[in-house]
């Protein structure tokens, strides 16, 4: 077995449900289901932060082994066709994994570890940024027209 780290970035719709978007697997808003919304919930919750500001996006990482600061052992119940159900002991929750799972592993692993981390920009930080770019793009002379129309008096300092 492969010592790879994967990371995906989910995000959570208003109905609840984790969804995420993977290009390099081909995966566009694959949904999780049962309860493995809500071992993420916990795993956000557990990792300090709030669902609604995690609902935005957060970095998942998993592996077949260890690493620092993993935050849930996953155990593999059974697996059948069309998905595999893992324990938590964590949690005392029984994820079940949907065949995308098999895009990262070839075959259900008998465990494997997980950690939930926050996505450290989020959406105000790209707006601000958008903002930024676009305001550098305008004029002097179309600053202050703007801000003529606008009856904004403002001076002008070197």
């Given at each position: 077995?492969?010592n790879?780290?994967?990371?995906i970035y989910?995000?959570?719709?208003?109905q609840?449900t984790w969804?995420?978007?993977?290009?390099?697997?081909?995966?566009?808003?694959?949904p999780?289901?049962?309860?493995?919304?809500?071992?993420i919930?916990?795993?956000?919750?557990?990792?300090g932060?709030?669902?609604?500001?995690a609902?935005?996006?957060?970095?998942?990482?998993?592996g077949?082994?260890?690493?620092p600061?993993?935050?849930?052992?996953?155990?593999?119940?059974?697996?059948?066709?069309?998905?595999?159900t893992y324990?938590?002991?964590?949690?005392?929750?029984?994820?079940?994994l949907?065949?995308?799972?098999?895009?990262?592993?070839?075959?259900?692993?008998?465990?494997?570890?997980?950690?939930?981390?926050?996505?450290?920009?989020?959406?105000?930080?790209i707006?601000?940024?958008?903002?930024?770019?676009?305001?550098a793009?305008?004029?002097?002379?179309?600053?202050i027209?703007?801000f003529?129309?606008l009856?904004v008096e403002?001076?002008?300092?070197n």
């Amino acid at each position: 077995m492969s010592n790879s780290l994967f990371e995906i970035y989910p995000y959570r719709n208003k109905q609840g449900t984790w969804k995420f978007d993977d290009e390099a697997t081909g995966l566009i808003a694959e949904p999780f289901v049962g309860e493995t919304n809500t071992l993420i919930d916990k795993m956000v919750e557990d990792a300090g932060m709030t669902i609604l500001a995690a609902s935005t996006g957060v970095k998942v990482m998993f592996g077949y082994t260890p690493f620092p600061n993993y935050q849930v052992e996953l155990l593999l119940r059974e697996t059948e066709p069309y998905g595999s159900t893992y324990t938590d002991a964590k949690f005392s929750l029984t994820p079940w994994l949907c065949p995308a799972f098999f895009k990262y592993f070839p075959v259900a692993p008998e465990k494997f570890y997980v950690r939930v981390e926050e996505v450290k920009s989020n959406s105000l930080d790209i707006l601000k940024d958008d903002f930024d770019k676009k305001l550098a793009e305008i004029s002097d002379e179309d600053l202050i027209e703007g801000f003529r129309l606008l009856d904004v008096e403002i001076t002008l300092t070197n």
